[in-house]
């Protein structure tokens, strides 16, 4: 099974600062068809997850620009520009190259 | 707009059985693959099973294999999760996800559907 692993797991931030989330694969998620399988989502309190991310680097609809991912291979960074209250939750990684799909332990990202 | 609703949940002693149902609205349900994610009470998320978009294909994580069964109604536009042998450790909100296609790989889970609690206990 792929692992996947986050850090920092938690993560304070002052309103209109930026924030930097990294996760890592234990085996690559870039497949022969070019493109690379690895998804963010925030979960917000009380909600279900919400996907952020798709293969890298594409914010989903309706996701703000002050998201951003990045990253190649085993490596991923999920940016947040300028972190606002609604941001808070928890922000998960997920691979979907390989079954079974698995995710990264959370970071939980809070305001000071 | 697509619209997952989960039911089924409940307190079930261990060793018994639960069968959890997600009816889904607002696109051509046959068309693409679904998903089953439990969280744990406090805890991440854990892909559980997933169907084909024709119920010809299952796939399953090993800590459910052999006791959980993954199925779906295309006429109904239901998705179902058949848990037997239920165990303390598979206490925990289920929710059904939907596929961005048709495969069960190489896709992003949108939408999730609320949740439903299974709780195992005696």
């Known amino acids: 099974d792929i692992v996947m692993t986050q850090t920092p797991l938690s993560l304070s931030v002052t309103p209109g600062q930026p924030a930097s989330i990294s996760c890592k694969s234990s085996q690559s998620l870039l497949h022969s068809d070019g493109k690379t399988y690895l998804y963010w989502y925030l979960q917000k309190p009380g909600q279900s997850p919400q996907l952020l991310i798709y293969e890298v680097s594409s914010r989903f609809s309706g996701v703000p620009d002050r998201f951003s991912g990045s990253g190649s291979g085993t490596d991923f960074t999920l940016k947040i520009s300028r972190v606002e209250a609604e941001d808070v939750g928890v922000y998960y990684c997920m691979q979907g190259i390989h079954l079974p799909i698995t995710f990264g332990p959370g970071t939980k990202v809070d305001i000071k | 707009e697509v619209q997952l609703l989960e039911s089924g949940g409940g307190l079930v002693q261990p060793g018994g059985s639960l069968r959890l149902s997600c009816a889904a609205s607002?696109?051509?349900?046959?068309?693409?693959?679904m998903s089953w994610v439990r969280q744990a009470p406090g805890k991440g998320l854990e892909w559980v099973s997933a169907i084909s978009g024709s119920g010809g294909s299952t796939y399953y994580a090993d800590s459910v294999k052999g006791r959980f069964t993954i199925s779906r109604d295309n006429f109904k536009n239901t998705l179902y999760l058949q848990m037997n042998s239920l165990r303390a450790e598979d206490t925990a909100v289920y929710y059904c996800?939907?596929?961005?296609?048709?495969?069960?790989?190489?896709?992003?889970?949108?939408?999730w559907g609320q949740g439903t609690l299974v709780t195992v206990s005696s």
């Open positions: 607002g696109l051509t349900f046959s068309s693409y693959a």
């Open positions: 996800a939907k596929y961005s296609g048709t495969t069960v790989t190489t896709r992003w889970f949108d939408p």
